[in-house]
């Protein structure tokens, strides 16, 4: 994919600079050369415009913790293509009429794109765009039960890469007939760290991830007078492979004794491999039947199936249950399953008058997994010299099923002055099985049931300004999850002015409060958060623009757990407080025979304090100077700093200077 996709941009600038050449006129006679020459008819000219940025990154220093940085940050230095664009539009030409590309971040950056689009006027739109995301975390603090020991060893942990293909094209758009056809394609692979559990301890070791998810579709788009169909057949294929292992002896997360003894992993092999397919088959509408009333409605069935193979040999002294000790176990399960999904969803909003809407919506969605397996495994007890051989069949199902439906009236009590007002109802029902693997385990069983009280106002005082706030809340019933929306308030506000026509000001306020009072549980949750910023751009920005921004947030998370060592309960206390701020100004220098010499600088910034007290810091000053007419030469400081009141080792700051030339078209 990567080879084609630099192979079209190559090929661009060729296709781009041809050049239509038209024949000489020839001389009938003498007479018609001696009289002047008409004016030549205005001939529709290629129109071409691209810009290319280039340059180089270098990093002077990176100091404290590398892989902190790179779960942050995680830019290299080297040579590096920033950014490409180019838009090619010619009526005449027979195959394309107008053509777009873009690139982003090519030489080895964390985040790599690439799109591109061709379209035939009323023939044809192709689309083709692809991304590639470097996915690196290991936080030595994350997971990690050894960190008021000194010891900063990350139990989840990815270095990894998330590649992103989707290419689609459409026949004949804007008719009433559009048949289209698409193919998208999800790639991850690398590697990490992941715990291996038994009873009693967990064993960090090495993984290798590899998954792979592709989706073919194909359908038509039905325009008429006042309804739009879309009707949609596609397929899915999926296959995911993981590998856990290691060769070094390893303690484990309780280097103390378990039932006097010590437990260890000297040998593992783990692996697993998924296979899945399944077709599904999607239709939407859309339609005003009358001039007071539109509907949309969506139906989505698949029916995909999966088949699992999974193997595990594991060597040294591991309690698996109970009181049992063993030092050697292998394992061979075989599982297939199958999952009818279904979901559909309906909307009609109805304007009974002209001040007045009222929108009906509601969503279904029932999924079942119906699952069989076959477990085949050998324990060799400690002290013992033959093994002990299992053989178990399992069969179990999930269902679920989840509804919601929504009433919302809207009244403009004046032009400018709208209330709303609704009620939201959420109901379902899941049946789980037991847990663990044993076949005789007590299937779980639960419900979800929930009121939702909707507000809200629209006030407009003025054409330039606007004020929007939200509310819903709900008393609480039944959820599925101990940390799920119950008994809750919450309330979002927003406002903007416009000033003049080049100052803004805007505003946003988001406040949550969540409870769930059950014994055993006694969640609350609390999260405030408020933004204010300003946009100023005189002139339209030629000659000067600033666009600054200021965030304040709270967050407060108060929960019983179990502790793993003793199954007792016991509190969990969470707080944080966050100042958030970003500038971003530039000014443009004297004016030049070429262009303007122009200044950026700015950054931004967070800290917080609480349960994690953290301090970021990314300043930047940014120039550029013109060197032709459409060169320009660039260069940049960005400064990365990171702390943790708490976690010092985890801290880390870098300087990196980028120089490069801009070119345009």
Same mark, same amino acid.
């Given at each position: 994919?990567?080879?084609?996709?630099?192979?079209?941009?190559?090929?661009?600038?060729?296709?781009?600079?041809?050049?239509?050449?038209?024949?000489?006129?020839?001389?009938?006679?003498?007479?018609?050369?001696?009289?002047?020459?008409?004016?030549?008819?205005?001939?529709?000219?290629?129109?071409?415009?691209?810009?290319?940025?280039?340059?180089?990154?270098?990093?002077?220093?990176?100091?404290?913790?590398?892989?902190?940085?790179?779960?942050?940050?995680?830019?290299?230095?080297?040579?590096?293509?920033?950014?490409?664009?180019?838009?090619?539009?010619?009526?005449?030409?027979?195959?394309?009429?107008?053509?777009?590309?873009?690139?982003?971040?090519? *030489?080895?950056?964390?985040? !790599?794109?690439?799109?591109?689009?061709?379209?035939?006027?009323?023939?044809?739109?192709? $689309?083709?765009?692809?991304?590639?995301?470097?996915?690196?975390?290991?936080?030595?603090?994350?997971?990690?039960?050894?960190?008021?020991?000194?010891?900063?060893?990350? %139990?989840?942990?990815?270095?990894?890469?998330? @590649?992103?293909?989707?290419?689609?094209?459409?026949?004949?758009? #804007?008719?009433?007939?559009?048949?289209?056809?698409?193919?998208?394609?999800?790639?991850?692979?690398?590697? *990490?760290?992941?715990?291996?559990?038994?009873?009693?301890?967990?064993? /960090?070791?090495?993984?290798?991830?590899?998954? %792979?998810?592709?989706?073919?579709?194909?359908?038509?788009?039905?325009?008429?007078?006042?309804?739009?169909?879309?009707?949609?057949? +596609?397929?899915?294929?999926?296959?995911?492979?993981?590998?856990?292992?290691?060769?070094?002896?390893?303690?484990?997360?309780?280097?103390?004794?378990?039932?006097?003894?010590?437990?260890?992993?000297?040998?593992?092999?783990?692996?697993?491999?998924?296979?899945?397919?399944?077709?599904?088959?999607?239709?939407?509408?859309?339609?005003?039947?009358?001039?007071?009333?539109?509907?949309?409605?969506?139906?989505?069935? #698949?029916?995909?199936?999966?088949?699992?193979?999974? =193997?595990?040999?594991?060597?040294?002294?591991?309690?698996?249950?109970?009181?049992?000790?063993?030092? +050697?176990?292998?394992?061979?399960?075989?599982?297939?399953?199958?999952?009818?999904?279904?979901?559909?969803?309906?909307?009609?909003?109805?304007?009974?008058?002209?001040?007045?809407?009222?929108?009906?919506?509601?969503?279904?969605?029932?999924?079942?997994?119906?699952?069989?397996?076959?477990?085949?495994?050998?324990?060799?007890?400690?002290?013992? $010299?033959?093994?002990?051989?299992?053989?178990?069949?399992?069969?179990?199902?999930?269902?679920?099923?989840?509804?919601?439906?929504?009433?919302?009236?809207?009244?403009?009590?004046?032009?400018?002055?709208?209330?709303?007002?609704?009620?939201?109802?959420?109901? *379902?029902?899941?049946?789980?099985?037991?847990?663990?693997?044993? /076949?005789?385990? =007590?299937?779980?069983?639960?419900?979800? @049931?929930?009121?939702?009280?909707?507000?809200?106002?629209?006030?407009?005082?003025?054409?330039?300004?606007?004020?929007?706030?939200?509310?819903?809340?709900?008393?609480?019933?039944?959820?599925?999850?101990? !940390?799920?929306?119950?008994?809750?308030?919450?309330?979002?506000?927003?406002?903007?002015?416009?000033?003049?026509?080049?100052?803004?000001?805007?505003?946003?306020?988001?406040?949550?409060?969540?409870?769930?009072?059950?014994?055993?549980?006694?969640?609350?949750?609390?999260?405030?958060?408020?933004?204010?910023?300003?946009?100023?751009?005189?002139?339209?920005?030629?000659?000067?623009?600033?666009?600054?921004?200021? *965030?304040?947030?709270?967050?407060?998370?108060?929960?019983?757990?179990?502790?793993? =060592?003793?199954?007792?309960?016991?509190?969990?206390?969470?707080?944080?407080?966050?100042?958030?701020? !970003?500038?971003?100004?530039?000014?443009?220098?004297?004016?030049?025979?070429?262009?303007?010499?122009?200044?950026?600088?700015?950054?931004?910034?967070?800290?917080?304090?609480?349960?994690?007290?953290? @301090?970021?810091?990314?300043?930047?000053?940014?120039?550029?100077?013109?060197?032709?007419? !459409?060169?320009?030469?660039?260069?940049?400081?960005?400064?990365?700093?990171?702390?943790?009141?708490?976690?010092?080792?985890?801290?880390?700051?870098?300087?990196?200077? $980028?120089?490069?030339?801009?070119?345009?078209?």
């Amino acid at each position: 994919m990567t080879r084609t996709l630099l192979a079209i941009w190559i090929g661009l600038p060729l296709w781009a600079g041809q050049v239509a050449v038209e024949a000489t006129p020839t001389k009938k006679n003498a007479e018609q050369a001696a009289q002047p020459a008409e004016t030549p008819s205005p001939v529709t000219e290629q129109k071409v415009k691209a810009q290319v940025d280039v340059g180089y990154r270098g990093i002077p220093n990176i100091g404290g913790n590398f892989d902190t940085y790179r779960s942050i940050v995680n830019y290299g230095e080297g040579p590096k293509l920033f950014g490409a664009e180019m838009n090619v539009e010619d009526a005449k030409n027979p195959a394309v009429n107008r053509f777009t590309a873009s690139g982003h971040g090519w *030489g080895g950056e964390p985040w !790599t794109s690439f799109r591109a689009d061709a379209e035939k006027f009323r023939s044809y739109r192709f $689309t083709a765009d692809y991304r590639n995301l470097a996915y690196f975390n290991y936080l030595p603090s994350f997971a990690n039960p050894f960190i008021s020991q000194g010891i900063y060893r990350s %139990q989840r942990a990815f270095d990894t890469r998330m @590649k992103n293909a989707d290419v689609s094209l459409e026949l004949w758009p #804007s008719r009433r007939v559009t048949p289209y056809f698409g193919y998208q394609s999800n790639y991850w692979n690398g590697h *990490g760290v992941t715990p291996y559990v038994t009873s009693g301890n967990e064993f /960090p070791v090495q993984t290798q991830i590899r998954n %792979q998810t592709n989706n073919y579709r194909g359908g038509v788009q039905l325009e008429l007078t006042r309804m739009h169909v879309t009707l949609e057949q +596609g397929g899915t294929t999926f296959k995911d492979d993981q590998r856990v292992f290691t060769r070094e002896p390893n303690t484990g997360n309780r280097p103390g004794p378990i039932l006097g003894r010590q437990t260890t992993l000297n040998d593992l092999e783990q692996a697993y491999g998924v296979r899945g397919d399944g077709l599904y088959s999607k239709g939407m509408v859309t339609a005003s039947p009358f001039s007071w009333l539109n509907v949309y409605g969506q139906f989505l069935f #698949s029916q995909p199936e999966i088949d699992v193979r999974y =193997s595990e040999n594991a060597r040294g002294l591991i309690l698996m249950g109970g009181d049992s000790f063993y030092t +050697g176990l292998d394992g061979i399960v075989s599982g297939l399953s199958r999952q009818p999904h279904t979901t559909g969803s309906a909307t009609a909003e109805i304007r009974p008058t002209g001040r007045l809407r009222i929108l009906e919506s509601w969503t279904t969605d029932r999924f079942h997994n119906a699952a069989s397996a076959l477990l085949l495994d050998q324990l060799l007890v400690a002290g013992a $010299t033959r093994p002990i051989t299992r053989e178990q069949q399992f069969n179990t199902r999930l269902n679920l099923n989840y509804n919601r439906q929504q009433l919302d009236v809207l009244f403009d009590i004046t032009s400018r002055f709208t209330v709303r007002g609704g009620h939201r109802y959420v109901w *379902g029902n899941a049946l789980t099985p037991g847990w663990g693997l044993s /076949p005789t385990g =007590s299937p779980s069983q639960g419900e979800l @049931k929930m009121h939702v009280g909707l507000a809200g106002v629209t006030l407009r005082p003025t054409s330039r300004a606007l004020i929007s706030v939200d509310y819903e809340g709900s008393p609480g019933d039944r959820n599925y999850f101990r !940390t799920s929306l119950q008994n809750y308030h919450m309330m979002r506000a927003r406002g903007r002015v416009e000033v003049t026509g080049s100052f803004h000001l805007y505003s946003h306020f988001r406040w949550l409060d969540n409870q769930n009072p059950a014994k055993g549980i006694d969640y609350k949750f609390q999260d405030i958060a408020a933004t204010g910023g300003l946009q100023w751009m005189p002139s339209g920005g030629r000659r000067a623009s600033i666009i600054a921004e200021y *965030g304040w947030s709270s967050l407060k998370s108060d929960i019983l757990f179990l502790v793993p =060592s003793t199954l007792q309960p016991a509190p969990s206390y969470y707080r944080d407080r966050g100042h958030m701020g !970003t500038l971003l100004a530039q000014i443009s220098g004297p004016k030049l025979t070429l262009a303007d010499i122009r200044f950026e600088f700015g950054g931004s910034l967070f800290q917080s304090g609480g349960s994690r007290p953290t @301090k970021y810091y990314q300043p930047l000053f940014r120039t550029y100077l013109p060197v032709a007419k !459409t060169v320009e030469l660039f260069g940049e400081w960005r400064y990365y700093g990171f702390s943790q009141a708490f976690y010092l080792q985890e801290a880390f700051r870098s300087n990196q200077l $980028t120089a490069g030339l801009r070119f345009k078209i």
